[in-house]
């Protein structure tokens, strides 16, 4: 599994793509990605992620998976100390109150997601963990 280091290593270049291209990364036409900034726990410093997501009525859903690591992502952490988010989604960006989906709900987004994003079972399985799923609601206008 890739450190937080090389995390940061792979994702600096695709989240420059993703801004300078309104959301388009080469690579990742078939599996659209949001940006998600969070507030670091620990440091209190901005931390942003491309993401793959899928939608629910007016709703982004983002998977907690860390690539299919034992333990949660630093982002995931991080939205307990601080829920509120920052949401890049192509040309637009918003802040929004980040919320993890629990019970039928949960089980609910999961099947639809995996449904969208076939490996999502993989990756909770090679996690060996429930993988959280979180709500990103998509700014009113």
């Known amino acids: ?9 792979v ?3 695709l989240i420059a793509e993703y801004r300078a291209n309104g959301g388009q990364c080469r690579g990742y036409e078939d599996n659209p990605l949001l940006l998600l900034t969070t507030i670091g726990a620990r440091t209190g410093q901005p931390r942003t992620t491309p ?3 899928t939608t629910d009525g007016d709703r982004l ?18 939205l307990f100390a601080h829920p509120e988010v920052t949401v ?3 040309d637009q960006t918003w802040q ?11 089980e609910r ?7 969208q994003k076939p490996w999502t079972p993989d990756l909770q399985s090679m996690a060996g963990r429930q993988l959280p799923v979180v709500i990103l609601p998509r700014q009113r206008h």
């Not at 859903?61 to 991080?78: F, K, T």
């Not at 929004?96 to 629990?102: G, I, M, N, Q």
């Open 96 to 106: 929004t109150r980040a919320t993890v989906a629990e019970g039928a709900e949960r």
């Open 1 to 9: 599994m890739p450190t937080s280091e090389e995390w940061k290593r």
């Open 61 to 78: 859903i983002v998977m907690a998976a860390g690539g299919g690591a034992p333990s949660h992502p630093a982002w995931y952490r991080n």
């Open 11 to 13: 994702n600096q270049p």
């Open 109 to 115: 987004l999961f099947n639809q997601h995996a449904a």
């Open 51 to 53: 993401l793959s997501y």
């Open 88 to 90: 890049e989604l192509g």
